[in-house]
């Protein structure tokens, strides 16, 4: 399989209620928005966005990682929605020696508890599985975050270990929790 030629191609993905689509340059204000909010980037590697320029460089990452065939980053939308209510996606894809994708999320505050992620989560983990035909799912989640671990444990991702002093973020080395998933289905 031709993971690059997949993530090169259309990748729209929907759920009951959502739609995923890859960030793109149109989605730069509300992008700086989103990630201007402290609470938002509290578990991230960036620090709260203070120019729209930011924006632009995630953007161009996300499209980057695209073009490049080593990962995606799409924007959640309301179905029949414009507002970019949070970003999820593969920060990165490794076929050769694993066939494995690290999975990311981010949502806005205003729709924290409302289920978004518990709805999102599944369809990226079936695109992992099935679209990619990845063998092994991964995510980092920075200690503190419990929502975020609540979420991948009930989505069948088990806690594998503490990477120590993993990251360096925001001036400061951080410990990085691994969780990952397997599908047995791939050989």
Request: proline share 3%.
């Amino acid at each position: 399989m031709d993971v690059g030629a997949v993530l090169g191609g259309d990748i729209v993905l929907t759920t009951p209620r959502f739609e995923l689509r890859p960030l793109e340059r149109g989605d730069v204000g509300a992008l700086f928005d989103h990630f201007s909010d402290p609470a938002v980037t509290e578990f991230m590697d960036i620090e709260p966005l203070t120019v729209r320029s930011q924006a632009h460089e995630i953007v161009d990452w996300a499209q980057g990682v695209r073009a490049d065939g080593v990962g995606v980053r799409w924007a959640i939308r309301a179905l029949g929605g414009e507002a970019l209510i949070g970003t999820c996606g593969f920060n990165a894809v490794v076929v050769q020696r694993g066939r494995r994708g690290e999975i990311a999320y981010d949502l806005s505050r205003a729709h924290w508890g409302r289920g978004v992620m518990a709805e999102v989560l599944p369809r990226m983990v079936a695109f992992g599985f099935e679209a990619l035909a990845l063998r092994r799912l991964e995510a980092m989640v920075t200690p503190g975050n419990a929502r975020s671990c609540g979420l991948l444990e009930r989505h069948g991702f088990q806690r594998e270990g503490v990477l120590r002093d993993y990251a360096l973020w925001k001036g400061a080395y951080c410990d990085q929790i691994v969780y990952g998933r397997v599908n047995d289905a791939v050989d």
